[in-house]
């Protein structure tokens, strides 16, 4: 059995009172799905306070509303652009405002850019992530600052071990040091119990160094950790629920609209796709083949193959596409007919919704309208006239 094959086609498959005026490929995002991950995940973390979810895969400041109306007030983001959208949406929704970390080596007019959001939204408070008590210099007094920390991912981050630096970063921020950022994403392929046993000796090593950095007088007040794959091993962790000075926070963001690669890491979840990617079959190559219109312009395909799981026909395999064209394999039965509706389950959304200028938006069988990604791509050129980074 796959690991979609519980899903029910009919959940999914829209009235024809929309499909026929719907052009495909198109994505389709149902907030009653989204609503139901976010319940799931809140009661896995605990409560709101425990979450800061990363939302490079959302990127859409309705879907942002139903977690500030769950309680979330603290985010991470992958682009400045992001960033400026959270300020908004919390500044609307809540004048308290919200705690928004920009969790990406932030240089140049990026860095520029977040220090003018923080002066332009002071209800809101802002951080970025370092690694070096240069970098640390460049950033505005105005915004908070996070080491970044490594355990063999060598992505971003000064490794875990490297106490003396860690803490020379810490001192140098001052103030402004708010605490230690550790993303063990190198763990995805492995199987459940590999995987926790990997994390843990990350976390170990991660406590060790919360230990030196109190030790020094310069205590972490926030400990963040985990995107999808890791979280429920980072909730696992028994040293993570006895910290005295330290808050620990956990950042999946992929839950809120689930996809394919996680349901394959983390099944005991019983997540639901909510966003999904509508196609139709629109050539037969082969007596076993067909081409659907979703190629790698509408669905991310850097995940691997195959990069698509089609709800209801586990039967059709997706093979590579190309930039317009999705071929499929069937495997057993008939091959569709032209024409044929198909419903798409990425392997990896948050690239995949970074693909779509706008979504179809529903509530279950209710069609509430087209959804902007507003926060997809990113700002290029820093406004003329924007706020210094220099507070």
């Known amino acids: 059995m796959q690991a979609f094959d519980r899903l029910d086609l009919s959940d999914y498959v829209l009235d024809e009172s929309i499909t026929r005026r719907l052009t495909s490929p198109a994505l389709v995002i149902d907030m009653a799905k989204v609503r139901a991950n976010i319940r799931r995940v809140l009661e896995c973390v605990g409560g709101p306070d425990s979450w800061r979810p990363h939302v490079k895969t959302t ?3 309705r879907i942002w509303c139903e977690l500030v109306d769950r309680g979330v007030r603290q985010f991470k983001c992958a682009t400045a652009r992001e960033a400026r959208a959270l300020a908004e949406t919390m500044r609307a929704s809540d004048p308290r405002g919200g705690d928004v970390l920009l969790a990406h080596p932030a240089i140049g007019p990026t860095l520029e850019r977040l220090g003018g959001l923080a002066v332009d939204f002071p209800e809101t408070r802002f951080s970025v992530i370092s690694e070096d008590p240069e970098h640390v210099e460049e950033v505005s007094e105005a915004v908070g600052i996070f080491v970044d920390v490594d355990f063999g991912y060598l992505r971003t981050g000064l490794n875990v071990r490297d106490h003396d630096r860690v803490l020379e970063v810490a001192k140098a921020a001052g103030a402004r040091f708010r605490g230690v950022h550790y993303y063990e994403g190198q763990h995805t392929e492995l199987d459940r119990d590999d995987r926790q046993a990997a994390a843990f000796a990350g976390y170990r090593e ?3 160094l919360l230990q030196r950095l109190e030790a020094a007088g310069v205590p972490a007040r926030e400990l963040i950790t985990s ?8 909730l696992a962790f028994p040293g993570f629920k006895d910290l005295a000075m330290t808050k620990h926070r956990v950042s999946p963001g992929t839950v809120v609209f689930h996809d394919w690669r996680a349901e394959s890491q983390i099944p005991e979840l019983g997540l ?3 966003a999904v990617v509508f196609t139709r079959v629109i050539s037969h190559p082969g007596t076993d083949r067909f ?3 979703a190629g790698s312009k509408s669905i991310a395909a850097e995940a691997g193959h195959p990069c698509a799981y089609v709800i209801g026909s586990s039967q059709y395999e997706a093979q590579v596409p190309s930039e317009e064209h999705l071929p499929m394999v069937v495997t057993s039965g008939p091959v569709p007919a032209r024409g044929t509706q198909l419903y798409l389950v990425a392997k990896h959304i948050c690239p995949t919704v970074n693909l779509a200028e706008e979504a179809v938006l529903m509530d279950g069988k209710e069609l509430l309208g087209l959804l902007p990604i507003s926060a997809r ?4 050129l820093v406004p003329e006239g924007a706020s210094s980074f220099r507070s």
């Open 227 to 234: 995107g999808t794959p890791g979280f429920l091993c980072a």
């Open 272 to 274: 639901q796709p909510a």
């Open 59 to 61: 990127k859409s400041p």
């Open 291 to 293: 081409t659907c219109d």
């Open 206 to 208: 991660v406590m060790d």
């Open 377 to 380: 791509a990113h700002d290029t």
